[in-house]
């Protein structure tokens, strides 16, 4: 990458690919001694390369992250997914072979089966829970959804709004919020990701929000590196927001303790996301607070990394079908009724990856399952 930056190499088909492979999963400078900041140049690295990439893949890639960046044509394209699956155009495209001649039989298999609309962007406490049922609210959070949970799992909002009020918090998930910018981040467009960056610390700032929390943590990864990301260029350009992820602060909070969970006697498989493990540090959090939930037992995977990594399950399938079957093989053994992640990607590579193997598994945020065990009445 030094070579690259300062015209020692040349960017050929040989070193796109090699760095291409490369998952950016940042295990390796978790345990680096010298502390090099290894995810950062990956970034600056693709960035560079962007230009030097076939027209093609330019185009393609381009489009994509433009449709990740317009949060009303998710919105949009959600009704268009929905029907799509409803109408039977999916079962015709997929046997009539149209999927692969696009090239779209990978994204295709990834879809979740969409089930209810998104909810809006702009949202409260009180828009989720019906206020007689709502104890006195004592802090107000940020929240920020991401541009994809809401079609991969609708009720994870809710979910985590139930559970944060239920723990004496009142949410706010303020209007005019875009893609956190993960996206663009990591393949080689980050002038949008500074841009998107700056849109949205501006949404909270606008809202007097100083502590957001997210559900994600692919998208925390990102969203920490806000302060670095924003544009020097624009007025008030520091943050002085703190991101946390959701599960995290939760249990921060010992809001939520085993006597508030219905037990729920069952296997669930538990894989916590590389982003989590080497970069925001939710972990441990996460499995202890699913252990609030009486008589469960969470069979922790194989902690590499599923393979989803971002982009990487749809630009590296082979490589990246590889890595999954590794994490599913152990699922063989277990009989498990859930299978839970943090992250958005790999619970989308994931899934597919259950599907393939005929195995009848729900795949969950923990957040989810916490709120689906939560007593009613019980409040902090």
Same mark, same amino acid.
């Given at each position: ?173 303020? !209007?005019? +919020?875009?893609? =956190?910018?993960?996206? *663009?981040?990591?393949? $080689?467009?980050? %002038?949008?990701?500074?841009? @998107? #960056? ?70 669930? !498989?538990? +894989?916590?996301? =590389?982003?989590?493990? *080497?970069?925001?540090? $939710?972990?441990? %959090?996460?499995?202890?607070? @699913? #252990? ?89």
């Amino acid at each position: 990458m030094q070579a690259l930056a300062l015209g020692r190499l040349e960017a050929d088909s040989g070193l796109l690919t090699h760095l291409d492979r490369c998952l950016g999963c940042q295990a390796c400078e978790k345990v680096c001694p010298s502390e090099v900041h290894y995810g950062q140049l990956m970034d600056c690295s693709r960035d560079l390369l962007t230009a030097h990439r076939p027209w093609l893949a330019r185009l393609k890639r381009a489009g994509a992250l433009y449709l990740v960046s317009r949060p009303t044509l998710w919105r949009r394209g959600w009704r268009l997914l929905r029907l799509y699956q409803r109408s039977g155009l999916q079962t015709l495209f997929r046997y009539s072979g149209l999927l692969r001649l696009l090239g779209l039989r990978r994204l295709d298999a990834l879809l979740p089966d969409i089930k209810s609309p998104p909810i809006a962007a702009a949202t409260t406490a009180a828009d989720i829970i019906e206020p007689a049922a709502r104890p006195s609210l004592r802090h107000r959070v940020g929240l920020f959804t991401g541009c994809m949970e809401d079609i991969v799992n609708g009720t994870l909002r809710q979910d985590t709004i139930r559970l944060l009020d239920h723990a004496g918090y009142t949410v706010q998930t303020p !209007a005019g +919020l875009g893609c =956190c910018g993960a996206l *663009h981040q990591h393949n $080689g467009d980050l %002038a949008m990701a500074r841009y @998107l #960056a700056q849109i949205n610390s501006d949404a909270f700032k606008r809202a007097g929000l100083d502590t957001v929390l997210y559900l994600s943590s692919g998208c925390g990864v990102t969203l920490k590196d806000y302060p670095s990301l924003t544009l020097p260029a624009l007025p008030d350009n520091t943050t002085d927001i703190e991101f946390v992820e959701a599960i995290q602060f939760l249990w921060n909070t010992a809001a939520l303790r085993p006597e508030h969970f219905k037990p729920l006697a069952t296997n669930v !498989a538990w +894989l916590s996301p =590389c982003s989590q493990r *080497h970069v925001t540090g $939710g972990q441990k %959090a996460s499995r202890q607070l @699913l #252990a609030c939930i009486p008589d469960i037992t969470v069979i922790d995977l194989n902690n590499d990394c599923c393979g989803a990594a971002g982009s990487y399950m749809l630009t590296q399938p082979a490589l990246s079908t590889s890595l999954r079957d590794e994490v599913l093989e152990s699922l063989q053994h277990h009989a498990v009724s859930h299978l839970l992640t943090a992250n958005v990607g790999c619970a989308l590579h994931l899934a597919d990856g259950l599907r393939r193997r005929g195995l009848e598994i729900e795949v969950l945020h923990p957040l989810t399952l916490l709120a689906r065990q939560l007593k009613e009445g019980l409040r902090t």
